[in-house]
């Protein structure tokens, strides 16, 4: 399986609504929604207000990465905007089971991600009730950095783990993925593809495009 989802954090916000059309209408398989608030990473980026209103232009799966402090407390909210599924880090919740049982009773998928220095370790408890682990390949808080090496085994790591304990989540990854190395990302095991930069600057359509082709999917 390869699905795309680019991050809107690296759109331009003057024209949010045309360029998430963009990649929607290139074959963007989900759109990928940063919510950053300042304290579990450094950087502020929007909430539900946003989501609410792009909610009523896109039929796109919303793939909502929470990068907030007990995100327990918001859960809801971020259901009533328009999530699809949404993201949690582990790092990020005192109870990390009782927030995966949240979101799912919200009736959404869930997932939890884990920074470059987590290891997978902190899934145990919640790994069979998961839609999605996302293994961050950048420190969270800021797009346009450089992919970490490390992650990449990380995420050969959670395939063969979640193999053996026959798991169901899909495994993603965030930060830094472009044309350079999203086929080696791929090969270790990786499903699901956030790109915000490789998207969203230049031209949308044939970014979106050269990352199929790049993994040999021609649509
Ligand atoms: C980083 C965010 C990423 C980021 C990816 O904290 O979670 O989704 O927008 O951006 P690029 O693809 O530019 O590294
Ligand atoms: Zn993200």
Redesign the pocket.
Known sequence: MFKLAP?I??ADFNKLGEQIACAEKAGADEL?I?VMDGVF?PSISFGMPVITSIRKESKMFFDV?L?ITEPIRYLEEFVNAGADGITVHAEACSNLTETVRKIKALGVRAGVSIKPATPISVLAEVEQELDRVLVMT?E??????KLIPECVEKVKELASHRKEVSASFDIQV????GLSNVKSVYEAGAEVF?????VFRGDILQNVKAFKEEIGIAD
Do not use: K, N, W, Y
Not at 174 to 177: K, S
Not at 194 to 198: D, M, S
């Open positions: 991050s954090l690296a990928h940063d990473v990465h990068m950048v969270p808080g800021f797009g346009g950095q965030d930060g830094g993925i956030v790109a915000g930069t490789a």
